[in-house]
């Protein structure tokens, strides 16, 4: 698991290991390693020209001493001064190795380490001013590569100028951008971005990984991200978000044995399609089926029951239609998928709710999370669940299946808002979309690693509630069902047609490979 650490717990965690260490160690660690890493990023480092754009706390101190070992390899080093104060060590150390500063505003710096800077951001009678000289301008826009040094993870409630404004001109910059521990405008806690922010390439990160690292929209702006180990492993406690690896799911996944049968390896009722939605049955069928669960019964309409059969002629199929039909509880299964395509009938609420009464682990999907939103007393029924309960909405639904929240809240607050869901239903709660947010009350939150924006694709998630009912009915918890099953449809999603547009039926072949190379630790083809 690549562990990460909310910022109060980062800094008490720096504090512990400081008191041991020299002054300045644990900052000339990082600044060592952020130097290697930008040396990797150029073609090579004698004569190219870095920027700096450097903030006035400890951030900006990480990048002037990565900036100083830089040029006392040869490159030419500019330090863009935003803040008001500047690390004063840091600018001893660059300029002490040839590299040269520019103040970015109307009054220049005395010169002295620690000089105040008044960079004046309204002219006269309040009217704003320009923000970004002509020479920190040039200084940017003509780098082989840019060091983002502007705001650390203290940083919150979005940029001042002028940081904002540099911000958005590296962004736009030609060269590459490699952030400082996190990307300047993204929130270290929670990936939020309140407004402007750093785009970069690369951002390399110091001690431990941070949430906003790994949570949308924080996530994009970070690039690729590299762990500097600085020592404080030892400090740190558990974590406080996880993204999984491909050994932690192999770990997971169910392997069977001489001894195991098909009910020994799970079996798994399946209550999606309907008339109207017919293929979301096949595709969630299928998603179980090349999984890895050991049997399949089906239940639904006649005419969505013979597709199926078509399509998957191992399937267990019963006629059950909700309108007619009086027994609709999951009968002896070992989990139930229910609300792919199935409507929002009432029959379709009674049978939902018959589901709900049982003591059988279930994942609740698409129109059974709409008839949980529009009925209390089916909300009722999840909160008193005593079997493991397991909910996928995307971005829409759990807006709906939260009380004063829109779309837009949910994409901006992922992590909040699925941890709040979790707490509410008391159940897990796999939160769809750019990054897929997995919590469960009382556990350390998890973040897919896996995946790719080919997903938005019609039929997908169906396929995705095949695949964790699976898991669900091998005998993982709700949350490793969802964390196994999340990393499984991505990986499918990459696998599918090597970057070509895909459909949700291409999931299904590239499912058996996802879980080869998964257990094998090789990818598909490989011997």
Not at 233 to 253: F, G, K, M, S, T
Not at 465 to 479: F, I
Request: negative net charge; glycine residues 12%.
């Amino acid at each position: 698991m690549r562990s990460a650490h909310v910022v109060s717990v980062v800094r008490e965690a720096e504090q512990a290991l400081m008191a041991r260490l020299p002054e300045g160690a644990l900052m000339r660690r990082a600044a060592m390693g952020l130097a290697i890493h930008c040396a990797r990023m150029l073609p090579r480092v004698h004569g190219s020209r870095v920027t700096l754009l450097v903030g006035g706390g400890d951030n900006g101190g990480d990048a002037l001493f990565a900036g100083a070992s830089l040029a006392a390899r040869g490159a030419c080093v500019r330090a863009v001064l935003a803040g008001r104060r500047v690390h004063p060590e840091g600018l001893a150390a660059l300029r002490a190795a040839g590299g040269r500063m520019i103040d970015n505003g109307p009054a220049a710096a005395s010169g002295a380490p620690g000089a105040q800077m008044n960079f004046g951001t309204h002219g006269e009678g309040g009217a704003p001013r320009a923000l970004i000289t002509a020479e920190a301008r040039a200084a940017v826009l003509d780098a082989d590569l840019l060091v983002d040094g502007l705001v650390g993870i203290g940083g919150s409630g979005g940029l001042r100028e002028p940081y904002a404004s540099l911000a958005v001109l590296a962004s736009d910059a030609p060269a590459a951008v490699v952030a400082v521990d996190l990307p300047s405008g993204v929130d270290a806690d929670t990936g939020e971005v309140p407004g402007e922010a750093v785009r970069a390439d690369a951002t390399v990160t110091f001690g431990t990984y941070k949430p906003g690292l790994f949570v949308d929209p924080g996530a994009v702006r970070a690039g690729r991200v590299s762990l500097v180990d600085i020592g404080l492993d030892p400090e740190l406690p558990e974590a406080d978000l996880v993204r999984p690896q491909a050994v932690d799911i192999a770990r997971l996944l169910p392997v069977p044995s001489a001894e195991d049968d098909k009910y020994r390896r799970g079996v798994l009722a399946v209550r999606a399609g309907s008339d109207q939605y017919r293929g979301a049955a096949v595709l969630c069928v299928g998603g179980a089926l090349r999984t890895g669960v050991g049997m399949v019964r089906y239940g639904g309409g006649e005419d969505v029951l013979s597709q199926v059969i078509a399509r998957w002629p191992e399937v267990v199929g019963l006629h059950l239609d909700p309108r007619s039909s009086t027994d609709l509880g999951p009968g002896r299964v070992s989990a139930v998928v229910v609300g792919p395509g199935r409507g929002t009938h009432p029959a379709n609420a009674d049978e939902l709710r018959a589901l709900l009464e049982s003591d059988v682990p279930a994942l609740l999907d698409a129109d059974a999370l709409n008839l949980v939103s529009s009925s209390v007393a089916l909300t009722e029924l999840v909160h008193r669940r005593g079997a493991p309960t397991l909910l996928t909405p995307h971005a829409g639904e759990l807006a709906r299946l939260l009380p004063d929240t829109d779309r837009a809240e949910i994409e901006a607050h992922r992590l909040e808002q699925a941890t709040r869901a979790a707490k509410l239903y008391r159940s897990t709660v796999l939160l769809k979309g750019s990054t897929t947010v997995i919590a469960h009350p009382g556990e350390r939150t998890v973040v897919n690693p896996t995946g790719t924006p080919l997903l938005a694709t019609a039929g997908s998630g169906d396929v995705l509630s095949g695949v964790a009912g699976a898991l669900l009915a091998s005998g993982l918890s709700g949350q490793d069902a969802a964390m196994c099953g999340a990393y499984l449809h991505g990986r499918a999603a990459v696998l599918a047609r090597e970057g070509a547009p895909i459909s949700a039926s291409d999931l299904l072949d590239a499912l058996p490979l996802a879980v080869a190379e998964v257990t094998t630790g090789r990818p598909p083809g490989r011997a």
